[in-house]
């Protein structure tokens, strides 16, 4: 039988901080980097709901 080696979760390897590091940057950065857009986007399909039918770009 093999013996498996423990890692406590105190003793965790630079790489493995710095992909979670890494990973959480992008998210952040796409949500700040994106922000401007969303929030436009956003408004284009408040107004697209709130249009009456047939007067949208979208019927035409």
């Known amino acids: 039988?093999?013996?498996a080696t423990r890692v406590s979760p105190s003793s965790?390897?630079?790489s493995?901080?710095?992909a979670t590091g890494a990973g959480?940057?992008?998210v952040a950065g796409t949500i700040l980097g994106g922000g401007g857009?969303?929030?436009v986007a956003g408004i284009d399909l408040v107004n697209t709901l709130n249009?009456?039918?047939g007067t949208t770009?979208?019927?035409q």
């Open 1 to 3: 039988m093999s013996s």
């Open 12 to 14: 965790r390897e630079p």
């Open 16 to 18: 493995s901080l710095l």
């Open 24 to 26: 959480i940057g992008g």
């Open 37 to 39: 857009a969303a929030v």
């Open 51 to 53: 249009a009456p039918a």
């Open 57 to 59: 770009v979208w019927a």
